[in-house]
């Protein structure tokens, strides 16, 4: 009887694992109310929509010579605790072939139908490119529509909101108009999933402060050049000793990310829709740190820089 027992349960732990092991811990983000989703592509983690964002170019190209029409970028994050995500994507066009950059993830694309394909993420921290024979680009010309997938790791030191000296923007459409100045009395700045804040931020202090979140940094509604940003969406010039995590940054009206003081970090963050010059990626000053980041941009990607006067 005993014998038994334990072979059932055996059985049943092992079925158990299997379902474990087969199993991922997938979170998909919120999608912010009052914001188009993308009409280029539709993208299914584990057989659920997960809102996927467009940034075009064209209001850019209107604004300045230089920028080209009829861009796009479109992306979409999730964050990934263990096993693997199964990602789908549905196309407008038919294709033959499609790839997963950078090739050295492994991860094989297949077309498993029409206008649609199918690759497998076994991991967190994994920035891909997804690209389609109808719209590979070259050497001469970039990818019309592009397709970003980020599979984040999941958020740790989510702050609650009314935390003194936290900024928190929860899921939504939030408009700072233009960069929000950080005062001596914040040390952090929270954008939740789902949080869609249109401007930037800027330190005027002598603390450190921490931005991040899986939020989406937008610069799309500001002139290039606007004179209400300070050189970047996000300035730390002022400081030391600041991080910036896990955001989406986009089609900023100067740089994406500037902080020319000391010892700072840029990590997990994600810059897309570079449509105008001098949208560089990252300029950091001394002992400065970027790691585990995806950079879009249309000047510098990381501009290394001595510490200024
Ligand atoms: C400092 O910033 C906070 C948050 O934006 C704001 O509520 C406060 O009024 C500011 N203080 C001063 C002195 O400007």
Known sequence: MGVLNGARNLKFLFILLTIKFIGADVTLYPHPSGIRS?????????????????????????????????????????????????VEVHTQTDFRQCIVRPKHY?????????????????????????????????????ITDKLLIFADPPETDVPKPNTL????????????????????????????????????????????VKIHGRGVLSGEKYKFHDSRFNYALINMDKGSHHTVEGLVLVDPPYYFH?????????????????????????????????????????????????LRD
């Open 38 to 86: 993308s009409d280029k592509f539709t993208v299914y983690v584990n057989h659920q929509q997960s809102f996927t964002y467009i940034s075009t170019s064209d209001h850019r190209a209107q604004e300045v010579q230089h920028a080209h029409s009829h861009r796009s970028v479109s992306w979409t994050s999730f964050s990934i605790t263990r096993g693997h995500a199964i």
């Open 106 to 142: 492994g991860y094989h694309c297949k077309r498993t139908g029409t206008k649609t394909a199918q690759f497998t993420i076994d991991s967190n921290r994994r920035m891909m490119s997804v690209e389609f024979d109808y719209d590979y680009g070259s050497t001469h010309k970039d």
């Open 165 to 208: 000296g936290v900024l928190f923007y929860s899921a939504g459409v939030t408009d700072l108009g233009g960069q929000k100045h950080l005062n001596a009395s914040v040390q952090e700045v929270y954008l939740a999933p789902g949080a869609y804040v249109h401007g930037g931020f800027i330190t005027t202090g002598h603390q450190s």
């Open 258 to 306: 500037r902080a020319l003081s000391v010892h700072n970090t840029m990590r997990n963050m994600k810059t897309v829709g570079a449509w105008t010059y001098n949208s560089d990626g990252v300029s950091l000053g001394d002992n400065g740190l970027v790691e585990d980041s995806f950079i879009m941009a249309n000047d510098d990607s990381i501009k290394v820089t001595y």
